[in-house]
């Protein structure tokens, strides 16, 4: 008796081991693939401006710091039109308050616009990721 339980014990543990697996991959290949945006041409050029600024003194990408991660601000403006950009930039060049809560985003009247803009498609990119 224990010679045909213990063959059709293991034949049950490995159907079960197998069916597991099965049910793995299917899981996984249900999930989008995530982009590669570090090859992006404004993802690089937006990280190496955040870099030489003091950005990362109050953010960081993910998780909130002094001010919001910059994957969450990522994925609110997910979709942002260019009208929003602009709002955006504006409200880092000149600061302010409200957006994220109440500590104030301190003015940044030393940025260039352009540079800006290019700092908001790096963190917009995020969402990609």
């Not at 063959?7 to 899981?27: H, I, V």
């Not at 955006?88 to 308050?97: E, R, V």
């Amino acid at each position: 008796m224990k010679k045909f339980l213990l063959p059709l014990a293991f034949a049950a543990l490995l159907a079960a081991c197998g069916g597991n697996e099965q049910q793995s991959n299917s899981a996984t290949s249900a999930e989008p693939a995530k982009e590669d945006i570090s090859k992006n041409p404004d993802y690089q050029k937006g990280l190496a401006l955040i870099a030489k600024s003091d950005c990362l003194t109050c953010h960081k990408v993910n998780e909130k710091s002094t001010g919001p991660a910059y994957k969450d601000v990522a994925a609110r403006y997910a979709n942002a039109a260019d009208t929003t950009i602009e709002r955006i930039t504006n409200h880092i060049i000149k600061g302010g308050s409200g957006q994220w809560g109440a500590v104030p985003m301190t003015p940044h009247p030393t940025l260039a616009v352009d540079d800006v803009k290019q700092m908001i498609k790096y963190v917009l990119l995020l969402n990609k990721q």
